[in-house]
């Protein structure tokens, strides 16, 4: 016999038992409305998920993204770790706004993708790895979803970054254009070490570095066809004394700040392309802020610009700065004209040219000279002597005077430096933008 007790706990343990067991299978029948990303490692989930993951490719095929998407979240319940669903749910959601979630499981297909490899979400329609895709989209949606420029107080546009995010972002520019110099160096049986390499680097500051990789990235652009040669030459000009100080203008204020890689400057462009495409967004909505980006780089028309470099003053200072000119020179960012008169500008502010200012003030006498003594007849034994030194001087002035005497038309200079536009023409690539 059971006391009252016994058969209350009895009675008591029997319901739950039912209450648990009713969850269960309502769990079971009721389809989860999120998938779950939650897996261990140890866990072999095997090829369950494949088929709903492979109806969920076709429907995704056929635009039908609701019975894609139900498929996409039976096969994940069935086994979080199936890469073909995770891709084509990653692709539906970012098709359907819900970037959110699109990034998450890009993410989570980056961990599992591991050698599966799909056409879906590529560029070119070609078989490539999962993982590999997944990273490049993702990378894609966080650019789109962060803010690439910002402007400041003064109206300026400058890129939203750091230097320790520049420096995230893998090579500079700068870093990537002294490594195919190092390479080109090597292959022309000239030595070259990466201590040489980072014996260039050290010679720049940071901010030096910034402005120059921003020239390298205006001319990457070129080449990739993505500006057209006036936007080069606008946004050269306007900020060429960035890197010949002595020279120039000072540059644009702000060059001198982090820049993106360039890889992810051409990724962005790229990316508002497709999405013009796409009718995500309008041709005027994609001009628009692919001139922004033009501007950040570097800006044809600055509002505000820096203070140039003060001359150095100093022998060693000097020196380095020679040195900083023939590293900019091999980067293909200057003429061997503007290169030159930048040399001489630094040798001028050390005193090193007096000698050669001092030679014409002492021959100027004796061009005065030379006429009135050619007229006078004088015995050849007295005037001969001197004749010939009068000669050599009259051949040698007028040699010193053609560039002076020549009309600056015959020559169009294009800057102070003295490089015609022709010898620019040479450090511009050959684009044919459509822009």
């Not at 702000?254 to 820049?259: A, C, N, Q």
Request: aromatic content about 4%; hydrophobic content about 40%; proline content about 7%.
């Amino acid at each position: 016999m059971l006391s009252g007790k016994s058969v209350k706990n009895t009675v008591l343990g029997a319901m739950l038992a039912g209450l648990l067991c009713s969850c269960a299978l309502s769990e079971q029948g009721q389809k989860p409305e999120t998938p779950n990303h939650s897996w261990f490692k140890g866990e072999n989930y095997g090829t369950e998920g494949a088929n709903d993951a492979e109806l969920a490719t076709v429907a995704y095929s056929q635009g039908k993204f609701e019975d894609a998407e139900n498929h996409v979240i039976q096969a994940l319940r069935l086994n979080p770790r199936q890469p073909q669903a995770l891709m084509v749910g990653a692709l539906i959601y970012e098709q359907t706004g819900r970037l959110n979630r699109a990034r998450q499981y890009y993410e989570d297909l980056i961990i599992v993708g591991g050698e599966e490899t799909s056409i879906l979400g590529t560029d070119d329609a070609k078989p490539a790895s999962m993982a590999e895709i997944a990273r490049k989209r993702l990378r894609r949606l966080n650019m789109m979803q962060s803010e690439f420029m910002i402007e400041d107080k003064d109206g300026a546009m400058t890129f939203n970054i750091s230097q320790e995010a520049a420096a995230r972002q893998g090579k500079s520019a700068m870093e990537e254009a002294l490594f195919v110099r190092q390479q080109k160096l090597i292959a022309e049986n000239k030595a070259s070490t990466d201590a040489d390499v980072k014996a260039v680097e050290v010679l720049f500051t940071e901010g030096e570095k910034n402005i120059i990789s921003r020239f390298l990235i205006l001319n990457e652009l070129a080449e990739k066809d993505m500006i057209t040669k006036q936007e080069f030459l606008a946004g050269r000009s306007a900020n060429i004394g960035g890197l010949l100080p002595l020279t120039h203008k000072a540059p644009a204020f702000g060059v001198d700040k982090p820049v993106p890689s360039p890889d992810l400057i051409i990724e962005r462009i790229n990316s508002l392309r497709d999405a013009v495409e796409a009718r995500a967004i309008t041709p005027q909505e994609f001009s628009a802020e692919r001139d922004v980006i033009i501007e950040a780089i570097l800006p044809p028309d600055p509002r505000f610009r820096m203070q140039n470099k003060a001359p150095s003053k100093d022998i060693l200072s000097a020196a380095k700065d020679i040195r900083k000119l023939e590293v900019i020179e091999e980067l293909g960012l200057i003429t061997n004209k503007e290169k030159a008169a930048e040399k001489k500008a630094i040798e001028k502010s050390l005193g090193l040219s007096r000698a050669e200012k001092a030679a014409p003030k002492a021959k100027k006498p004796v061009q005065t000279q030379a006429p009135a003594a050619a007229p006078t007849p004088a015995p050849e034994t007295k005037v001969q002597q001197p004749e010939k030194e009068n000669k050599t001087e009259e051949t040698a002035a007028p040699a010193l005077l053609v560039p002076a005497a020549t009309p600056p038309a015959q020559q169009p200079v294009s800057s102070p430096s003295g490089a015609t536009q022709e010898e620019i023409q040479v450090l511009i690539p050959e684009v044919t933008s459509p822009f």
